[in-house]
């Protein structure tokens, strides 16, 4: 059974920082892509940001300059530093491990979401 544990959420300041982990557990085939997403209130949940197994990155834009993904293959878990948060950051941030098996279909698994709350 797959499982996406999240951890770091909380309340912060504007301006702070907060650090979020992602450890995955189960039966991969062979992770292709770990990531990060939030949803705030009333929107759409969106793409934070996510790190494929080579190590390339890709982040939104309003993020870009204040946080960063990074990946522990050895340990099947993802990280999101951020940094000089702001209000609009604010909401549920969400582990994806995107799995990928011989025949190359993908296979999406999300954790249970983690609260982020920035202060002004």
């Known amino acids: 059974q797959e499982q996406l544990v999240e951890s770091g959420g909380g309340l912060v300041q504007a301006g702070g920082s907060l650090r979020l982990s992602c450890a995955a557990s189960?039966?991969?085939?062979?992770?292709?892509?770990m990531g990060w997403y939030r949803q705030a209130p009333g929107k759409q949940r969106e793409l934070v940001a996510d790190?494929?197994?080579?190590?390339?990155?890709n982040y939104a834009d309003s993020v870009k300059g204040r946080f960063t993904i990074s990946r522990d293959n050895a340990k099947n878990t993802v990280y999101l530093q951020m940094n000089s948060l702001k209000p609009e950051d604010t909401g549920v941030y969400y582990c994806r491990v995107r799995d990928r098996d011989l025949g190359l279909s993908l296979y999406d698994y999300w954790g249970q979401g983690t609260r982020v709350t920035v202060s002004s």
């Open positions: 189960g039966s991969f085939f062979s992770i292709y892509a």
């Open positions: 790190i494929r197994s080579g190590g390339s990155t």
